[in-house]
């Protein structure tokens, strides 16, 4: 049996490894291409990328079976995930390909897929797609005649930020701000930079080399130490940090105190609501989210919408019942309207445009609700494919049932789930008991290692 490619955020891997090899990404191309191949027109496919190495492996590969079936490429080079799903909408394109692996260090690199309309595609559509791939290829291939022709746009970067900065009220300025800015070494490198100055702000750019070894390594948003101590070395307002692929961000504030998405969101939503911008009077956040957002939302009269672990998640629940904010505690933040996907430099944006608006330091700003005690561990499998065997086994579910019925008692809660991107479960509890959320995480984590052990063995 065929093992499944696709994960919650597309494919990935490790590089030049399967499925992160040229060949799978050139089925990948004959694919996807074949799939969204509907009509007599010439098709065409936006395909951007971030700044590993093994892009320059990757880019050609897909190029090959796209134009293989027929469709057209268009080659934008380093730029943001949403930049991307936003040229494609722009360009009427047929889909749109990114190949990236955000956050995940320079080994790794993934190829995920947006529609026509700018979002990513979902679990049918995907499993179609793989279907394709895995069910005779060379069926799909096209006549000499009517083979597709690649090139690369030289202002993609001008559309798109153009395109971020309309996001903003034309008389808002960012003058006077002192903002350090951390790209991760990543494909925002030269955008994010570039669009917080010319909206006025004195930048202070960090994570803007890079050398295709680089990307997230001690620097971006799951490295936040640099852009904290830069924050603070250069007496800066507020420090914007961003991944590998710039759809998240994460932010501290001047004194170099962490603020991470779930506070943005909250900030965010209640501006929204202040200004008559917020649909359904709801944010639409996952699983992972804070206790203590969930009560700062009921708090402001609005209501917190949760979606299993996955940006992709939330934004078909936005699509669905018609909501336009949400996101993720990671600080995927998708901006319903502006784009369609998360976006890391139009969030901060968002909060920067705060800054102006009230006049108050980011300390103030940022800090919208007290959290409630959260711990998150992972356990490390000698594979993915371990996990359920993991789950199931008795001592593991007895342990599970039992830190449940003890965190809610105290009103708190419990979740426990593998990651769709690594070999990984996730332990998460939060309560206002931290002793007892410590304890429990702990004890879960030892429970599922010993079992995987025992897998393993």
Same mark, same amino acid.
């Given at each position: 049996?065929?093992?499944?490619?696709?994960?919650?955020?597309?494919?990935?891997?490790?590089?030049?490894?399967?499925?992160?090899?040229?060949?799978?990404?050139?089925?990948?191309?004959?694919?996807?291409?074949?799939?969204?191949?509907?009509?007599?027109?010439?098709?065409?496919?936006?395909?951007?990328?971030?700044?590993?190495?093994?892009?320059?492996?990757?880019?050609?590969?897909?190029?090959?079976?796209?134009?293989?079936?027929?469709?057209?490429?268009?080659?934008?080079?380093?730029?943001?995930?949403?930049?991307?799903?936003?040229?494609?909408?722009?360009?009427?394109?047929?889909?749109?390909?990114?190949?990236?692996?955000?956050?995940?260090?320079?080994?790794?690199?993934?190829?995920?897929?947006?529609?026509?309309?700018?979002?990513?595609?979902?679990?049918?559509?995907?499993?179609?797609?793989?279907?394709?791939?895995?069910?005779?290829?060379?069926?799909?291939?096209?006549?000499?005649?009517?083979?597709?022709?690649?090139?690369?746009?030289?202002?993609?970067?001008?559309?798109?930020?153009?395109?971020?900065?309309?996001?903003?009220?034309?008389?808002?300025?960012?003058?006077?701000?002192?903002?350090?800015?951390?790209?991760?070494?990543?494909?925002?490198?030269?955008?994010?930079?570039?669009?917080?100055?010319?909206?006025?702000?004195?930048?202070?750019?960090?994570?803007?080399?890079?050398?295709?070894?680089?990307?997230?390594?001690?620097?971006?948003?799951?490295?936040?130490?640099?852009?904290?101590?830069?924050?603070?070395?250069?007496?800066?307002?507020?420090?914007?940090?961003?991944?590998?692929?710039?759809?998240?961000?994460?932010?501290?504030?001047?004194?170099?105190?962490?603020?991470?998405?779930?506070?943005?969101?909250?900030?965010?939503?209640?501006?929204?609501?202040?200004?008559?911008?917020?649909?359904?009077?709801?944010?639409?956040?996952?699983?992972?989210?804070?206790?203590?957002?969930?009560?700062?939302?009921?708090?402001?009269?609005?209501?917190?919408?949760?979606?299993?672990?996955?940006?992709?998640?939330?934004?078909?629940?936005?699509?669905?019942?018609?909501?336009?904010?949400?996101?993720?505690?990671?600080?995927?933040?998708?901006?319903?309207?502006?784009?369609?996907?998360?976006?890391?430099?139009?969030?901060?944006?968002?909060?920067?445009?705060?800054?102006?608006?009230?006049?108050?330091?980011?300390?103030?700003?940022?800090?919208?609700?007290?959290?409630?005690?959260?711990?998150?561990?992972?356990?490390?499998?000698?594979?993915?494919?371990?996990?359920?065997?993991?789950?199931?086994?008795?001592?593991?579910?007895?342990? =599970?049932?039992?830190?449940?019925?003890?965190?809610?008692?105290?009103?708190?809660?419990?979740? =426990?789930?593998?990651?769709?991107?690594?070999?990984?479960?996730?332990?998460?509890?939060?309560?206002?008991?931290?002793?007892?959320?410590?304890?429990?995480?702990?004890?879960?984590?030892?429970?599922?290692?010993?079992?995987?052990?025992?897998?393993?063995?």
């Amino acid at each position: 049996m065929t093992s499944k490619l696709f994960g919650t955020d597309g494919v990935r891997g490790t590089a030049n490894a399967y499925p992160m090899t040229a060949d799978v990404a050139m089925k990948i191309g004959m694919a996807a291409g074949a799939h969204f191949t509907n009509g007599d027109h010439r098709h065409t496919v936006v395909i951007g990328k971030d700044t590993r190495l093994s892009g320059y492996m990757l880019e050609p590969a897909l190029t090959a079976g796209f134009i293989s079936v027929g469709m057209d490429v268009i080659l934008v080079g380093p730029m943001p995930t949403p930049a991307v799903a936003m040229l494609t909408r722009s360009l009427r394109a047929d889909m749109g390909v990114v190949i990236s692996a955000s956050h995940n260090p320079y080994e790794d690199n993934g190829i995920k897929l947006f529609g026509p309309d700018g979002f990513k595609l979902s679990d049918a559509t995907e499993d179609e797609i793989e279907h394709l791939l895995h069910n005779g290829l060379d069926a799909l291939r096209v006549a000499p005649a009517k083979l597709g022709k690649a090139r690369r746009m030289e202002d993609a970067t001008g559309r798109y930020i153009e395109s971020v900065k309309a996001t903003l009220p034309r008389d808002r300025r960012l003058d006077g701000l002192k903002v350090v800015v951390d790209c991760a070494n990543g494909a925002a490198y030269k955008v994010a930079p570039q669009v917080i100055w010319e909206l006025g702000a004195e930048v202070i750019p960090i994570g803007v080399e890079p050398d295709g070894f680089n990307i997230n390594k001690g620097c971006g948003s799951l490295y936040p130490e640099r852009m904290q101590q830069a924050v603070v070395s250069h007496g800066a307002d507020i420090g914007i940090s961003l991944d590998g692929d710039a759809d998240r961000i994460q932010v501290c504030d001047e004194h170099g105190a962490m603020v991470d998405g779930d506070q943005l969101m909250g900030l965010i939503a209640r501006a929204w609501k202040r200004d008559g911008k917020l649909q359904g009077d709801a944010l639409v956040a996952t699983v992972m989210s804070n206790l203590g957002l969930e009560r700062f939302i009921e708090g402001e009269g609005l209501k917190m919408v949760r979606t299993k672990v996955g940006d992709r998640y939330v934004v078909e629940c936005m699509r669905r019942d018609g909501y336009n904010l949400g996101g993720e505690q990671s600080g995927h933040i998708v901006l319903g309207g502006q784009a369609t996907t998360g976006d890391g430099l139009m969030a901060g944006l968002e909060v920067l445009s705060e800054l102006i608006q009230q006049g108050r330091r980011a300390s103030e700003v940022c800090h919208v609700f007290d959290r409630v005690p959260q711990v998150l561990k992972n356990v490390r499998l000698a594979h993915r494919d371990a996990a359920k065997a993991v789950m199931d086994s008795k001592v593991v579910t007895d342990a =599970i049932g039992a830190a449940e019925a003890r965190l809610e008692a105290s009103g708190g809660r419990l979740l =426990i789930r593998q990651s769709g991107t690594e070999p990984k479960i996730r332990v998460m509890a939060e309560g206002d008991d931290k002793a007892l959320v410590e304890e429990l995480v702990d004890g879960l984590c030892a429970t599922i290692q010993g079992e995987a052990a025992k897998e393993a063995a």
